[in-house]
């Protein structure tokens, strides 16, 4: 039996990636998602990999291309400002359909904004972000453990799909120290000889390219292959968790942190009597909108409780129509939500 | 019949979309020979900008990876830090390199990245239609300068060489012409030892050419060629900067 060890979040996603395989890792210094940038600066070496302080968060994902690119496992990490910069990079990432992974370990914004924990950034995570038709996976952690196990998963995930894995966590979760029991490496090979620019040894000369000027080429053939893609990905790797949802007669949607937080509701809830669930979406996008109907479709109440203004919920609105009621509570700002003030909010329902 | 000279084996047989008297395709057999001279050709990348050289791939009979209008030297590096035995060469021109791309340019430099850099620097954007460059010319005519480059307003143009030189990284910059034979011949040594460097491990090597754009600054391709060697050199200095 594997031992529980005691790590901070973005230590835990560091050790995560190497596990993975991921011995390239390029970014740019930002609170609150530092100590990730120093473990792995401390342990790539150990495995004989690259640790790489770029001079920008540009420059950063855009190294990640290149390494990707020659077909070997990188990341990149940053918080919300970063996030940003990276954009354009992204945006050439899905168009060279090129694996790679993005942590996104969120603050308070928009603009510099402040340096603790929010969720503002769901909408640029899951709705694009950069230009063009294209998708990000993005998996929502909301314990240290949960920031380990999507790590790895993201790294296959991204391989399988050719395409860019976010994790989408926050300032929080990624400072605070939780046990962890760190993943096995799940032993899958992705063979990359296809499609990797490493020199044309035995081979014709090759070349990855998002430019598709004239209509031969087939912009337009490109990007409904990508979209092929990504209804594979809506149709296999939806990931959502229940608690307490099968009696529930008020259920509460939350990610990340902001369900770790409905759980605590959930239960001040039940023990005052009152039957309510919870159902976190771990797969922000492709969204749980089928899940999520099954489960909260017939309920009396749904609150979605968010660290921004209101954005899954509009997600939440498409999913579930207007049957059921749906009301929102959120915080901005980097403020966390209040167990009292959900509770309170769920008992007016009655 | 004894055969005397061929298409290099570094470029693809394929017809140019560069204009009549554009210094690229110069520039591209240059590379396409220096490849197939030193024999690395199956071993070498080719990272392609964006501006009229973004089509590269097209013709350097190599593997080749686009970036990032500025990323290139970026790409470059997370290719290289992966593929430590392979050659790698960014190819940029100067909107690209010396303005949109300046962080990536001197950072890549500095860290002293094991790359060979081209630099085609032609004082002006030649693919979005002849915009002013950061390399444009006082007093220069582009669609963005229209009165002429005007040091007050717009600044003075980039000398990316004597500015890379200031770092202890690089070993190896030089500043070339292909506006006449002898200096186009000239380029190709600086070329050839640039990724002899690299072959070398020695690290990280620019090289800068002046270069016709004919079409954008509506000259013929002669008097484009003189431009370079009267107007342009004036004030780009030909020479070596650094030889380690």
Not at chain 1, 115 to 126: K, L, N, V
Not at chain 2, 142 to 157: L, V
Request: hydrophobic residues 40%.
């Amino acid at each position: 039996m594997p031992e529980a060890i005691l790590m901070k979040g973005n230590d835990a996603v560091g050790e995560a990636a190497v596990i993975a395989g991921c011995h390239y890792y390029f970014a740019y210094p930002i609170t609150p998602q530092n100590e990730l940038a120093a473990y792995m600066a401390k342990r790539l070496p150990d495995v004989g990999g690259t640790f790489l302080q770029a001079e920008s968060e540009i420059a950063s994902i855009n190294m990640v291309l290149g390494a990707s690119a020659a077909g070997v496992r990188a990341m990149t990490s940053s918080s919300s400002p970063g996030i940003s910069l990276k954009q354009e990079g992204i945006s050439y990432l899905a168009g060279c359909k090129l694996p790679a992974v993005v942590v996104n370990m969120m603050r308070g914004g928009p603009g510099l904004g402040n340096i603790a924990g929010a969720q503002g950034d769901y909408f640029q995570a899951t709705k694009g972000g950069g230009h063009g038709d294209y998708r990000n996976i993005v998996l929502a952690p909301s314990s240290v453990q949960e920031l380990a196990d999507l790590t790895v998963l993201a790294f296959d995930l991204a391989d399988t799909y050719r395409m860019v894995a976010m994790i989408l966590g926050d300032g929080y979760l990624g400072q605070m120290s939780e046990s962890v029991v760190l993943p096995e490496p799940t032993g899958k090979r992705f063979d990359k000889s296809s499609w990797s620019i490493t020199g044309c040894a035995g081979r014709e000369a090759r070349y990855i390219a998002s430019l598709r000027l004239s209509p031969e080429d087939g912009l337009e053939k490109i990007v409904l292959d990508l979209q092929d893609t990504y209804d594979k990905v809506t149709a296999r790797e939806i990931r959502c968790d229940t608690y307490h949802c099968d009696d529930a007669e008020v259920v509460l949607v939350a990610f990340g942190l902001a369900a770790r937080i409905c759980k605590a509701a959930v239960n001040a809830l039940r023990a005052q009597g009152v039957r309510a669930g919870l159902f976190r979406p771990i797969t922000l996008w492709p969204f749980p909108s089928q899940a999520l109907l099954e489960t909260a479709g017939k309920t009396r109440h749904v609150l979605v409780v968010e660290m921004n203004a209101g954005q899954m919920v509009e997600d939440v609105r498409q999913a579930l129509g207007d049957r059921t009621p749906i009301d929102f509570y959120g915080r901005v700002g980097a403020m966390l939500v209040e167990v009292e003030r959900i509770v309170e909010k769920v008992k007016s329902y009655a | 019949m004894k055969l005397v000279y061929d298409r290099t084996l570094g470029l693809k047989d394929v017809p140019t979309h560069y204009c009549p008297g554009c210094g690229h395709g110069i520039i591209h057999k240059l590379l396409g020979q220096v490849i197939e001279e030193l024999g690395i050709r199956e071993r070498t990348i080719v990272v392609a900008p964006v501006g009229c050289s973004v089509l590269i791939y097209n013709y350097i009979n190599t593997d080749g990876l686009e970036s990032a209008h500025g990323r290139a030297p970026a790409v470059a590096t997370g290719l290289k830090r992966v593929l430590k035995d392979r050659i790698v060469i960014s190819y940029q021109g100067d909107g690209d390199l010396m303005a949109i791309g300046t962080a990536e340019t001197i950072h890549a430099a500095n860290r002293g990245e094991h790359i060979s850099v081209l630099f085609v620097n032609n004082a002006i954007y030649g693919m979005t239609g002849g915009q002013m460059a950061p390399t444009t010319l006082a007093g220069q005519k582009t669609k963005t300068s229209p009165f002429g480059r005007d040091p007050a307003e717009a600044g003075f143009p980039i000398r990316a060489c004597e500015m890379l030189a200031t770092l202890e990284a690089p070993v190896f910059i030089e500043r070339c012409a292909v506006d006449t034979v002898r200096n186009t011949l000239r380029a190709k040594k600086a070329i050839r030892k640039a990724i002899q460097n690299q072959v070398d491990g020695k690290g990280y090597s620019f090289v800068e050419f002046l270069s016709m754009c004919p079409t954008n600054w509506g000259m013929s391709p002669r008097k484009a060629a003189e431009w370079v060697g009267e107007t342009m050199a004036a004030y780009y200095p030909l020479g070596n900067f650094r030889d380690r």
